[in-house]
């Protein structure tokens, strides 16, 4: 398996408590970092998987677990998906 960095961005919120954060936890996204800036929340996720595709259906299963909505995934640079590629 590989690990495949990407982030979560979430529609209609701007900010994550602490509250929310938990329910994220619990929800499976103990892999992921919550955070909060400049009016944009979402969540930073380096999740093990097969593949890319199969790691971000996976985070956004788990995040909408707790009712959240998913605005968009930006894949980060160093993801091994990237990798090689210039």
Same mark, same amino acid.
């Given at each position: 398996?590989n690990?495949?960095?990407?982030? $979560?961005v979430?529609? +209609?919120?701007?900010?994550?408590?602490?509250?929310?954060?938990e &329910?994220l936890?619990? #929800?499976?996204c /103990?892999d992921?970092?919550p955070f909060?800036?400049?009016? $944009?929340?979402?969540? +930073?996720?380096?999740?093990?998987a097969?593949?890319l595709e199969s &790691?971000i259906?996976? #985070?956004?299963a /788990?995040?909408?677990?707790?009712?959240?909505?998913v605005?968009?995934?930006?894949?980060?640079?160093?993801?091994?998906?990237l990798?090689?590629?210039?």
């Amino acid at each position: 398996m590989n690990c495949y960095d990407f982030v $979560v961005v979430l529609k +209609g919120l701007d900010i994550i408590d602490d509250d929310l954060a938990e &329910a994220l936890f619990e #929800a499976g996204c /103990d892999d992921g970092t919550p955070f909060s800036s400049s009016g $944009v929340a979402g969540i +930073g996720f380096s999740r093990e998987a097969e593949n890319l595709e199969s &790691a971000i259906r996976s #985070a956004v299963a /788990d995040v909408q677990k707790v009712g959240c909505t998913v605005h968009c995934v930006e894949i980060k640079e160093n993801s091994p998906l990237l990798a090689g590629v210039s």
